[in-house]
Antibody, heavy 120, light 106 residues
Framework: QVQLQESGPGLVKPSETLSLTCSVS????????WSWIRQPPGKGLEYIGY???????NYSPSLKSRVTVSVDTSKNQFSLKLSSVTAADTAVYYC??????????????WGQGILVTVSS | SYELTQPPSVSVSPGQTASISCSGD??????VCWYQQKPGHSPVLVIY???RRPSGIPERFSGSNSGNSATLTISGTQAMDEADYYC?????????FGGGTKLTVL
């Protein structure tokens, strides 16, 4: 059973960089696609980006200029950095696994989510 | 950019059939997935590849995709099915979510 767990600061100041880590257990991060998805309070889901088993990354066009997703295979973790944050970036951030990206397999495992608030 | 459109809300009586639509340009050419999200919880995959159910998902959940619209159908809806439902597809290498539909069982 694959398990994912997000960690990182719950409060970030405007204009600073949001940094989160997702720890994966019960499976190897050296396969599949590993994504970040967020959900502003009371709103819908928004895709941020993914990194795949080869280390290649892909990002939402609307966030591409501010996002970096990286992987640390030695720790079985992957990370999100979102720069120049504003209040609009306040959201619950989820990490999730997709076995095949556009192959239609879906995000089958999700972390519990972490609320990140952007405020001074 | 590619967009998926869902109705904001759907209501259904217990035991009846609920249908939630998801529309997008030439959606039939993409695989559609559906997620159930209850308050305070992470989304759960209930349908993948248009009409396949993951292990552990009840048979009352089914999906279809044709033309510009996909549909999630819940047969014999139960009170526990009350939740937000999101459709999702890939536009090239970018995942796209619908805006979500709140299913009320009353």
């Amino acid at each position: 059973q694959v398990q994912l767990q997000e960690s990182g600061p719950g409060l970030v100041k405007p204009s600073e960089t949001l940094s989160l880590t997702c720890s994966v257990s019960g499976g190897s991060i050296s396969s599949d696609y590993w994504s970040w998805i967020r959900q502003p309070p009371g709103k819908g889901l928004e895709y941020i980006g993914y990194i795949d088993y080869s280390g290649s990354s892909n990002y939402s066009p609307s966030l591409k200029s501010r996002v970096t997703v990286s992987v640390d295979t030695s720790k079985n973790q992957f990370s999100l950095k979102l720069s120049s944050v504003t209040a609009a970036d306040t959201a619950v951030y989820y990490c999730a696994r997709d076995p095949g990206a556009a192959a239609g397999r879906g995000f089958d495992y999700w972390g519990q989510g972490i609320l990140v608030t952007v405020s001074s | 950019s590619y967009e998926l459109t869902q109705p904001p809300s759907v209501s259904v009586s217990p035991g009846q059939t609920a249908s939630i639509s998801c529309s997008g340009d030439k959606l039939e050419n993409k695989y559609v997935c559906w997620y159930q999200q209850k308050p305070g919880h992470s989304p759960v995959l209930v349908i993948y590849k248009d009409d396949r159910r993951p292990s552990g998902i009840p048979e009352r959940f089914s999906g279809s995709n044709s033309g510009n619209s996909a549909t999630l159908t819940i047969s014999g809806t139960q009170a526990m099915d009350e939740a937000d439902y999101y459709c999702q597809a890939w536009d090239r290498t970018t995942a796209v979510f619908g805006g979500g539909t709140k299913l009320t069982v009353l």
